[in-house]
């Protein structure tokens, strides 16, 4: 059984960072693509960031030139670089993983993270 366990979100002030990391758990052989979504209140879920197998990244227009997203394959752990925070960064951030497992492959998603960014 494969689970996802996001970490990293807080209170923040305006102008500052958080770093969020999605650590994959269970019979893995590899987290193939991760993406970041989050959910604002009153709004819909949105993509943030993803990364595939080979690396290549893209970001929503909002957080272009802010955020990060990278994964590191051999602690089987994603993670979301996130500067110059700005108070409509606040929501809860998900994240979503390909999970290759000794059986196959499928996606999974995250217990979600609190990010606040306020004064």
């Known amino acids: 059984q494969v689970q996802l366990v996001e970490s990293g979100g807080g209170l923040v002030q305006p102008g500052g960072s958080l770093k969020l990391s999605c650590a994959a758990s269970g019979s893995i052989r590899n987290i193939v693509t991760l993406g970041w979504y989050r959910r604002a209140p009153g709004k819909q879920r949105e993509l943030v960031a993803a990364?595939?197998?080979?690396?290549?990244?893209n970001y929503a227009d909002s957080v272009k030139g802010r955020f990060t997203i990278s994964k590191d394959n051999a602690k089987n752990t994603g993670y979301l670089q996130m500067n110059s925070l700005k108070s409509e960064d606040t929501a809860v951030y998900y994240c979503?993983?390909?999970?290759?497992?000794?059986?196959?492959?499928?996606?999974?998603w995250g217990q979600g993270t609190q990010v606040t960014v306020s004064s």
């Open positions: 979503n993983a390909r999970v290759r497992t000794y059986i196959g492959a499928d996606y999974y």
């Open positions: 990364i595939t197998s080979s690396g290549s990244t």
